[in-house]
């Protein structure tokens, strides 16, 4: 079992930047990563993830403005969010894979967070 906090979540203009962390309770060496949303009366989906070797996916959605990120002596995750919009107004997870593969299944996924909150307004 592993324990997952993320933090870095709260409210932020249209158009801004936030930094979400994810820091585990104990060394997951060759695990993969995952951030995954869950907007408002919506279904969990995925955002971002990075396999043990370091290779990078994302969702069409956010492509190009946010970038995921690791940081094994930490024992943390980072997702960097630039160009902020309404639609990405969500719960935000971050979740490990024990095999690496980290891929955008939600049942690749062995151990979850409890959820950041990220609001995008005006």
């Known amino acids: 079992q592993v324990q997952l906090v993320e933090s870095g979540g709260g409210l932020v203009q249209i158009g801004g930047s936030l930094r979400l962390s994810c820091n585990a309770s104990?060394?997951?060496?060759?695990?993969?990563w995952g951030w995954f949303r869950q907007p408002p009366g919506e279904e969990r989906e995925f955002v971002a993830s990075?396999?043990?070797?370091?290779?990078?996916s994302y969702a069409d959605s956010v492509k190009g403005r946010f970038a995921i990120s690791r940081d094994d002596a930490e024992r943390t995750l980072y997702l960097e969010m630039n160009s902020l919009n309404p639609e990405d107004t969500a719960t935000y997870y971050c979740?490990?894979?024990?095999?690496?593969?980290?891929?955008?299944?939600?049942?690749?996924?062995?151990?979850w967070g409890q959820g950041t909150q990220v609001t995008v307004s005006a």
């Open positions: 979740a490990v894979d024990r095999r690496g593969v980290a891929d955008g299944s939600v049942g690749t996924y062995d151990f």
């Open positions: 990075i396999d043990r070797r370091g290779k990078t």
């Open positions: 104990r060394n997951l060496y060759f695990y993969g």
